[in-house]
């Protein structure tokens, strides 16, 4: 987390199906504890730029199986400023019940 850390702005802006965070501080303790979650990232296509990147990704995780996801950067001064995360809830909403 503290390579990771680097790259982020201190006012980043977070948004996912699931939640919303300001701040670089909530925005790293967030991406640390749901990696704990994830046993594997397998990378379907990645686009960008200087000012942004899209990420497209499966990700697996032993509770709630494989997550597909998008993952949309903006990108100022080298740092990302904004992450918008978009994924099917699913199967979280699933491993929940």
Same mark, same amino acid.
């Given at each position: 987390?503290?390579?990771?850390?680097?790259?982020?702005?201190?006012?980043?802006?977070?948004?996912?199906?699931?939640?919303?965070?300001?701040?670089?501080?909530?925005?790293?303790?967030?991406?640390?504890?749901?990696? $704990?979650?994830?046993?594997?990232?397998?990378? +379907?296509?990645?686009?960008?730029?200087? $000012?942004?990147?899209? *990420?497209?990704?499966?990700?697996?995780?032993?509770?709630?199986? *494989?997550?597909?996801?998008?993952?949309?950067?903006? +990108?100022?001064?080298?740092? +990302?400023?904004?992450?918008?995360? *978009?994924?099917?809830?699913?199967?979280?909403?699933?491993? $929940?019940?």
């Amino acid at each position: 987390m503290a390579s990771a850390a680097q790259y982020v702005a201190d006012d980043i802006q977070f948004e996912s199906p699931m939640t919303r965070l300001s701040g670089a501080h909530d925005y790293l303790e967030a991406v640390g504890q749901f990696a $704990q979650a994830v046993t594997g990232v397998k990378i +379907i296509s990645a686009l960008g730029n200087d $000012q942004q990147a899209l *990420v497209m990704y499966e990700m697996k995780t032993a509770a709630m199986g *494989v997550l597909s996801a998008a993952d949309h950067f903006v +990108i100022a001064d080298g740092r +990302i400023t904004t992450n918008k995360l *978009v994924f099917d809830t699913y199967p979280i909403r699933a491993s $929940q019940l």
